[in-house]
């Protein structure tokens, strides 16, 4: 089993509307918590980051962390063609040496039609 | 504030040919991560840099991999020999790893990514 749970989709959905995408994880070290967007033949970049269970919420995305059920989901709203792309969701645990490392999920491809 | 810098962008070498791939960081960033995305696949860490020593190599083939950071800024990832199965994008990310703030001390962990290096191996 791996330590991070992606579906890869693609995930398709037409403009406008509301996007959920979504990791499960099996290591309760598991504290800190990322998103990153991936265009085609660019370089992962970073949406969003949280270490709390709830949601925190950035303009159109939200991220929402449930610890107990190892469960993280991103929320897109107003869906737009530009956010075509690879969604990564990322995550590691909290130490004080700051050496831990990211463990990804293998991305969800999302095609947003106008 | 620039980003993480890349080069080659590209790249297409025989197998048993060597390629090397440099990165520059985000000014400040004392830590360097190499990664290789197979595609369809999350970034799989390949080396660790916390400035200009190894922090985790487990994951580098050792006996055709090879990376440095001299002087805690740039870095080299080279390959030697190339096999067919190194075809992939190698990503090169950075972070600040820690800042006092007020009366402690922060960690960050966020990675910020460079646009990669696609490699073919024919």
């Known amino acids: 089993q791996k330590e991070v749970e992606q579906d890869p989709g693609p995930l398709s959905v037409p403009e406008g509307a509301i996007v959920s995408l979504n990791c499960t994880y099996s290591?309760?070290?598991?504290?800190?918590f990322m998103w990153y967007r991936q265009y085609s033949r660019k370089g992962p970049e970073l949406l969003m980051y949280t270490y709390s269970s709830g949601n925190k919420e950035d303009g159109r995305f939200t991220a929402q962390v449930d610890k107990s059920s190892k469960y993280i989901s991103l929320f897109i709203r107003d869906s737009q063609p530009s956010d075509s792309a690879t969604y990564l969701c990322?995550?590691?645990?909290?130490?004080?040496?700051?050496?831990?490392?990211?463990?990804f999920g293998t991305g969800t491809r999302l095609l947003v039609s106008p | 504030e620039a980003g993480v810098a890349q080069s080659p962008r590209y790249k297409i070498i025989e197998k048993r040919q060597s390629v090397a791939f440099w990165c520059n960081p985000i000014s400040g960033h004392a830590t360097l991560y190499w990664y290789q995305q197979i595609l369809g696949q999350g970034p799989k860490l390949l080396i660790q840099f916390q400035n200009n020593g190894v922090v985790d190599d487990s994951q580098l083939p050792k006996d055709r991999f090879s990376a440095e950071r001299l002087k805690g800024v740039d870095s080299t990832l080279k390959i030697q020999p190339a096999k067919l199965e190194d075809s992939a994008v190698y990503l090169c990310a950075s972070s600040l790893f820690n800042r006092r703030e007020g009366g402690t001390i922060r960690i960050y962990y966020e990675q910020y990514f460079g646009p990669g290096t696609r490699l073919t191996v024919t």
């Open positions: 290591n309760s070290a598991f504290q800190y």
């Open positions: 990322a995550m590691t645990p909290i130490g004080n040496t700051g050496f831990q490392k990211l463990v």
